[in-house]
């Protein structure tokens, strides 16, 4: 099952897949974007935090000693952030750009075994919790985890063009800045 995070970057949505970049395709199944949940959540905000194109890393509604306050908010609450990363770019195996039935992009990610662990031991301890999406250093997202994360996921990715999107895939395997 794979499922779908929606990352707004500077008030656009972001989609991303794993290591291999890969063009549009519709190889792939509808019903895996059918069993997927959207976890989608507005703006952006907070401090440029490393230098990782993409981390995911716990987050709370409740201030915890140690966490940095985001600027994101989910329903009425300030997210805190866990200073410790718990997946970032390096951890993703391929990415597969894709066009929804919508016509909007959405990237494909597949995490290599120590990122798929990683994540799902995140999303596990974070059920029902968020997860802060990190894009560029800057905490974008805060998605509600409502079950267990594996290996592959979707971002979707509305408001992004062609070119920034296709940009957004080759930084996350690697590719130039």
């Not at 890969?22 to 952006?44: D, H, I, K, N, T």
């Not at 929804?100 to 994540?119: K, N, Q, V, W, Y």
Request: hydrophobic share 45%; glycine share 8%; charged share 25%.
């Amino acid at each position: 099952m794979s499922h779908m995070l929606g990352l707004p970057v500077s008030g656009r949505y972001t989609s991303f897949m794993s290591k291999t970049f890969s063009p549009p395709s519709r190889r792939f199944p509808r019903v895996l974007v059918v069993l997927a949940f959207a976890l989608q959540v507005g703006c952006s905000g907070g401090k440029a935090t490393t230098n990782h194109v993409l981390e995911l890393r716990a987050g709370s509604i409740s201030e915890v000693d140690g966490w940095d306050r985001t600027e994101l908010v989910v329903g009425g609450s300030r997210i805190w952030m866990d200073p410790a990363v718990a997946v970032h770019e390096d951890m993703i195996d391929s990415v597969e750009k894709r066009i929804e039935a919508s016509g909007s992009p959405e990237l494909l990610i597949r995490l290599d075994p120590r990122g798929a662990a990683r994540l799902e031991r995140l999303s596990i301890e974070q059920l029902s919790r968020p997860i802060v999406i990190v894009v560029d250093g800057l905490p974008s997202s805060a998605p509600i985890v409502l079950s267990p994360l594996k290996s592959l996921f979707i971002i979707s990715a509305p408001h992004l063009g062609e070119i920034e999107i296709d940009d957004l895939a080759r930084r996350l395997v690697g590719g130039a800045d």
